[in-house]
């Protein structure tokens, strides 16, 4: 059982990884720069934290622990994109 859940995990991280790269956060960044975002929105969805928490959480890591400045950032847009992806992957 664990095997199944470890290789789940494993999966939607990949699958995450790939559309947080896709934001080009940081350009030329390692693949594995945002992680711990990957990390914190893969938490709060398994904990089915609404929108607002999820999002409130991800501006504080873009801010207090990348030092970005979101006022010009669509971080809406960007959640957006996660909860329908997390929506998606969960129908399989």
């Known amino acids: 059982m664990r095997s199944r859940l470890q290789k ?5 991280f990949n699958e995450l990884r790939v559309i947080i790269n896709s934001w080009n956060l940081i350009p030329d960044s ?5 992680d711990s975002i990957n990390h914190l929105l893969l ?3 398994y904990k089915d934290s609404d929108e607002y928490k999820i999002s409130k ?4 890591e873009l801010i207090n ?5 979101i006022q010009n950032m669509d971080t809406k847009e960007m959640i957006t994109e996660v909860l329908e ?6 129908k399989r």
């Open 8 to 12: 789940e995990y494993i999966r939607k």
């Open 30 to 34: 390692p693949i594995d720069e945002f």
């Open 43 to 45: 938490s709060q969805l």
């Open 57 to 60: 959480a991800f501006q504080f």
């Open 65 to 69: 622990n990348y030092g970005f400045s």
């Open 85 to 90: 992806w997390w929506k998606t992957t969960n």
